[in-house]
């Protein structure tokens, strides 16, 4: 089939892999001029993920670059450490940061499938025989399938959902990260500094001492700005933390050099039915939770599955994108729950900041909760579609 894939960070290169040796002819459109970089360190926790990376034939590669996870030193305004998480409390069981992961996607899924770089879906129009793809570019084309990939606001969404299929709820916070010179001489523990509804945190880049990476969240009512303005996001982010003590200061000052920069706000989409006829949605699109909900490894969980259900399917999309939902919809919506990445990184208050600092310092409590860490892999039965192992052709999807 000829298959359109909007996005190319996680979801859409992973599902572009598995579809391209499947032998369809896949096409990943993407906005951005070139692939993304920016983002923290995302993390697996649990064998179904490490048991896709596998499959996919990127789990050395990925190995090789990770970050090994590190610790979390909560601190007050003088440096003096407050509480501090041990690395597995964030990393899991593989920690690599999100460009490099979804670099290694590109580099393995390339060869078999097209990237277009900054263009975007502008109009497409369902029918009996396939999907009609208008782009921002002015190209012109029909595809077998759409697969919206495209994050949290996704273009395919937008255009093929009805509005009152789609519940997007706000959280209440909203992540920025971006990479700064390593001016402090950060190589251990990421530092954490907080004051009520705010957390800005400065954290070791492992490839490059000489820089690091910023990791700010805060508490907001949804704003109003332009997702593609950095300019106008970057200002947001100097009148939420202008002003503040610690290393804020420096930390803002490498803010307007940026060229990258990771702005979101966290929140939760659902949507009634991941698929139309012919467009299916896929991670963040269809069932994102932004941040702190295990979505880079349902992302890379889904793109199997759908691409197994398809190739089981022989062709029969609806039937496959129905499975694809059924066997995904309950884990998905479990972790989902689990997003309250905002209000832990960033309590509203100072007694809520100070209670979760005097809680987790005590061992018995951070034992707990990281028992408690989500782990998908009790929430779903990956099934055994054997697409391509290690003894597969590239080329083809092998079924069991
Ligand atoms: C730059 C960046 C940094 C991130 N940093 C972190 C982080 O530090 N921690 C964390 O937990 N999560 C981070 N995330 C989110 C994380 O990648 C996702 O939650 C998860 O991996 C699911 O991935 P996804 O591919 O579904 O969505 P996303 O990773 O959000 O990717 C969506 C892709 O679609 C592209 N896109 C958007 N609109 C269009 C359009 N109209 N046409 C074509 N393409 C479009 C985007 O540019 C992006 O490349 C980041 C995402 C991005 C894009």
Same mark, same amino acid.
């Given at each position: ?6 996005? +190319? ?22 906005? +951005? ?13 649990? =064998? ?5 990376? =596998? ?15 590190? !610790? ?11 509480? /501090?998480?041990?690395?597995?409390? +964030? ?14 996607? $590109? ?6 499938? &097209?990237?277009?770089?900054? @263009?975007?879906?502008?109009?497409? /129009? ?8 208008? *782009? ?21 969404? /937008?255009?093929?959902?009805? &509005? =009152?299929?789609? %519940?997007?709820?706000?959280?209440? $916070? ?5 990479? %700064? ?7 251990? @523990? ?15 880049? /492992? ?63 659902? %949507? ?7 467009? %299916?949605?896929?991670? @963040? ?18 793109? $199997?599955?759908? !691409?197994?259900?398809?190739?089981? !399917?022989?062709?029969? *999309?609806?039937? +496959?994108?129905?499975? $694809? ?11 989902? =729950?689990? #997003?309250? !990445? ?34 998908? #892999? ?7 579609? #054997? ?14």
């Amino acid at each position: 089939m000829k298959i359109l894939v909007s996005g +190319a960070s996680v979801a859409g290169p992973s599902v572009a892999l598995w579809l391209g040796r499947a032998g369809h002819d896949v096409t990943v459109v993407e906005i +951005a001029p070139a692939l993304r970089q920016g983002g923290y360190a995302v993390d697996f926790r649990g =064998d179904v993920f490490t048991t896709v990376l =596998d499959r996919m034939r990127v789990l050395d590669d990925l190995r090789a670059l990770q970050t090994g996870g590190n !610790a979390m030193r909560f601190v007050d305004e003088s440096g003096r450490k407050l509480m /501090r998480l041990p690395a597995e409390f +964030a990393g899991g069981e593989l920690e690599v940061l999100r460009a490099d992961l979804s670099r290694v996607l $590109y580099e393995h899924s390339r060869a078999q499938a &097209a990237y277009r770089f900054g @263009d975007s879906i502008a109009w497409l /129009r369902e029918h009996p025989g396939g999907v009609e793809v208008r *782009f921002e570019s002015g190209v012109e084309e029909t595809y077998d399938l759409v697969i919206g990939a495209d994050g949290m606001h996704s273009v395919v969404r /937008r255009l093929a959902w009805p &509005a =009152d299929q789609v %519940v997007e709820r706000h959280l209440e $916070y909203y992540v920025a990260g971006w990479e %700064v010179p390593n001016t402090l001489g950060i190589s251990g @523990d990421t530092l954490m500094y907080n004051v009520p509804g705010k957390l800005a945190s400065v954290g070791a880049d /492992r490839r490059d001492p000489a820089l690091a990476q910023t990791l700010f969240v805060f508490k907001s009512p949804r704003l109003q700005y332009n997702r593609r303005d950095l300019d106008e996001q970057k200002a947001i982010l100097q009148e939420q933390f202008g002003g503040l003590g610690w290393h804020v200061p420096e930390l803002l000052e490498a803010l307007p050099a940026a060229t990258e920069l990771y702005f979101d706000s966290i929140s939760r989409v659902r %949507v009634e039915r991941w698929s139309t006829e012919r467009i %299916v949605l896929l991670g @963040d699109a269809g069932y994102g939770a932004t941040f702190g909900a295990l979505g880079t490894g349902t992302a890379v969980v889904g793109a $199997y599955v759908l !691409a197994g259900e398809l190739a089981q !399917a022989r062709g029969d *999309f609806r039937t +496959a994108f129905a499975r $694809y939902e059924a066997t995904l919809r309950k884990a998905v919506s479990t972790t989902q =729950d689990g #997003s309250r !990445a905002g209000s832990f990184l960033a309590p509203a208050t100072r007694f809520g900041i100070a209670a979760r600092n005097r809680i987790l310092d005590i061992p018995f409590f951070l034992n707990q909760m990281l028992k408690m860490a989500q782990n998908m #892999s009790e929430l779903i039965e990956l099934p055994a579609y #054997s697409i391509d192992t290690a003894s597969g052709q590239q080329g083809e999807l092998v079924e069991e």
